[in-house]
């Protein structure tokens, strides 16, 4: 187990303002993701979520008739 916990060791006060900034950013994103995997998959925001499921595909500009010279 100690050459474990030697391997996993982190030297705190060597770590540089990159480390650092590289460590905070992690941990944030980590939540950030955290949180809307929460939101997405929790059952009583389905039908909100399936409401709004064909946004990418809607194109107004196919929609409509127009035609944009293409």
Same mark, same amino acid.
């Given at each position: 187990?100690?050459?474990?916990?030697?391997?996993?060791?982190?030297?705190?006060?060597?770590?540089?303002?990159?480390?650092?900034?590289?460590?905070?950013?992690?941990?944030?994103?980590?939540?950030?993701?955290?949180?809307?995997? @929460?939101? #997405?998959? !929790?059952?009583?925001?389905? =039908?909100? @979520?399936? #409401?709004? !499921?064909?946004?990418?595909? =809607?194109?107004?500009?196919?929609?409509?008739?127009?035609?944009?010279?293409?």
């Amino acid at each position: 187990m100690n050459s474990l916990a030697d391997y996993f060791h982190t030297d705190w006060a060597a770590m540089t303002t990159s480390d650092w900034v590289g460590t905070v950013l992690t941990v944030v994103i980590f939540l950030l993701m955290l949180v809307v995997y @929460l939101y #997405a998959l !929790r059952p009583k925001n389905r =039908d909100r @979520l399936e #409401a709004q !499921r064909f946004i990418p595909l =809607d194109n107004e500009e196919l929609n409509n008739g127009e035609n944009n010279g293409g």
